[in-house]
């Protein structure tokens, strides 16, 4: 099994992997850590806005391959994950924070108050369920890009596909937004190289100005 790269180290190592070894299959345990490690992620409220389409069947990764613009990887990855947003996720608010009631992790009148908050904030526009879902799912992404690569596996998050395609080929309910697709696999060969700006084009400390 490979070991832990440690936090530091994985997020230096990941980088977006577009060549995959077609014939190396994911276990369904290393798969099942890495959506763990995904379903861990901060949410607003603790809302957990992601969903995961896990597709890993070889005919529907070729379906999705148009849809995705023809990027190789999706059809040579052992998964692609789509990063799906829920856009109602106020529906949950009531059952998870009935579980936070019952672990005794929160008061019932905190559970009130807050449910009647996530349900104003919702309500107030539809732009706010949009950004809401964008936001948290994305979170969920990156800890699943981490997880995949401490485990000693690869990513690559997609936003190149018809997300009107995708929606309706693969059926997925008008709840959801597509947020990205992430290939995850084991690398045939390294990510194209990449670099960042230098921090002090990014940082400011306490003023923009
Ligand atoms: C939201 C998002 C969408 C992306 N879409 C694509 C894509 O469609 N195809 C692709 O090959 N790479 C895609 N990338 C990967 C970026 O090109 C890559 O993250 C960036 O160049 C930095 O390289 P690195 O991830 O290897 O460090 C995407 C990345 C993000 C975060």
Avoid at 18 to 26: A, E, I, S
Avoid at 169 to 194: C, E, N
Wanted: glycine content about 4%.
């Amino acid at each position: 099994m490979q070991e832990d790269l440690g936090l530091f180290q994985t997020i230096e190592e990941r980088h977006s992997v577009k060549n995959y070894d077609p014939d190396f299959v994911l276990s369904q345990e290393d798969l099942e850590d890495i959506l763990h490690a995904a379903n861990l992620a901060p949410s607003s409220w603790n809302l957990q806005h992601w969903r995961f389409l896990v597709i890993n069947e070889q005919s529907k990764q070729e379906e999705l391959l148009p849809i995705a613009y023809n990027q190789q990887q999706i059809v040579d990855a052992s998964a692609v994950i789509a990063i799906l947003g829920d856009l109602e996720a106020n529906k949950e608010a009531d059952s998870i924070t009935q579980s936070a009631v019952d672990a005794g992790f929160m008061s019932g009148e905190v559970k009130h108050l807050l449910v009647d908050q996530i349900n104003k904030a919702y309500e107030s526009s539809a732009a706010v369920g949009h950004q809401l879902a964008l936001v948290n799912a994305s979170l969920a992404a990156m800890n699943l890009m981490l997880a995949a690569k401490a485990k000693g596996f690869d990513t690559c998050p997609m936003g190149g596909f018809n997300a009107q395609k995708f929606l309706e080929s693969f059926d997925i309910p008008k709840r959801y937004v597509p947020i990205m697709l992430i290939s995850l696999g084991k690398a045939l060969k390294p990510a194209h190289r990449s670099s960042r700006k230098p921090l002090s084009e990014k940082v400011f400390y306490n003023t923009m100005k």
